[in-house]
T-cell receptor
Framework: DTGVSQDPRHKITKRGQNVTFRCDPI?????LYWYRQTLGQGPEFLTY????????KSRLLSDRFSAERPKGSFSTLEIQRTEQGDSAMYLC??????????FGPGTRLTVL | GESVGLHLPTLSVQEGDNSIINCAYS??????FIWYKQESGKGPQFIID?????DKRQGQRVTVLLNKTVKHLSLQIAATQPGDSAVYFC?????????FGKGTTLSVSS
């Protein structure tokens, strides 16, 4: 499968714990995006990378959130000190430049 | 801020009917729009896109229409099938972030 992949698909954690998600983009895509989606809503933009550079961050990306793309390939999204309000689907997408963004299957986070 | 929205939260059709899903946008400077289909528990799946220099674009069983005068776009699905049941989102491409509306849930009964 040459699409966007995400790991894990599901994560259940206790409030206050740290979690890390991974995204592997389509190999020839230079841009990688993170979105968050809550129930009944459309995805909301969090941040994006062009190669290894993080070029834009949304106001939604609080200080507890950090994303990296160290070698311009896969990316990780870490949430520190999770809160119940962080429960959501975290989606990764990739694109070549500003062309069509293709999404992965998402990581469903549940914070107890 | 600018936003993209959909007119109806739900749409129910019979198998074989044509479906029309509508979307209104507010940023008149927007020049690139995308329709995505999202099935339960999955990520959004690209369906079709259109740029502002076009009024209409056709794919396999799908057509997107763009009316820049009233800032409206629509997705038409021909001969709707049960497998088309999903949530449909229109999204505006700002050049980096996609701005999504709330989505329309399409239910197809056989």
């Amino acid at each position: 499968d040459t699409g966007v992949s995400q790991d894990p698909r599901h994560k259940i954690t206790k409030r206050g714990q740290n979690v890390t998600f991974r995204c592997d983009p389509i190999s020839e895509h230079n841009r990688l995006y993170w979105y968050r989606q809550t129930l009944g809503q459309g995805p909301e933009f969090l941040t994006y990378f062009q190669n290894e550079a993080q070029l834009e961050k949304s106001r939604l990306l609080s200080d507890r959130f950090s994303a990296e793309r160290p070698k311009g390939s896969f990316s990780t999204l870490e949430i520190q000190r999770t809160e119940q309000g962080d429960s959501a689907m975290y989606l990764c997408a990739s694109s070549f430049g500003s062309d069509t963004q293709y999404f992965g299957p998402g990581t469903r986070l549940t914070v107890l | 801020g600018e936003s993209v929205g959909l007119h109806l939260p739900t749409l129910s059709v019979q198998e074989g009917d044509n479906s029309i899903i509508n979307c209104a946008y507010s940023n008149s400077a927007s020049d690139y729009f995308i329709w995505y289909k999202q099935e339960s528990g999955k990520g959004p799946q690209f369906i079709i896109d259109i740029r502002s220099n076009m009024d209409k674009r056709q794919g396999q069983r799908v057509t997107v229409l763009l009316n820049k005068t009233v800032k409206h776009l629509s997705l038409q699905i021909a001969a709707t099938q049960p497998g088309d049941s999903a949530v449909y989102f229109c999204a505006e491409n700002s050049g980096t972030a996609l701005i999504f509306g709330k989505g329309t849930t399409l239910s197809v009964s056989s």
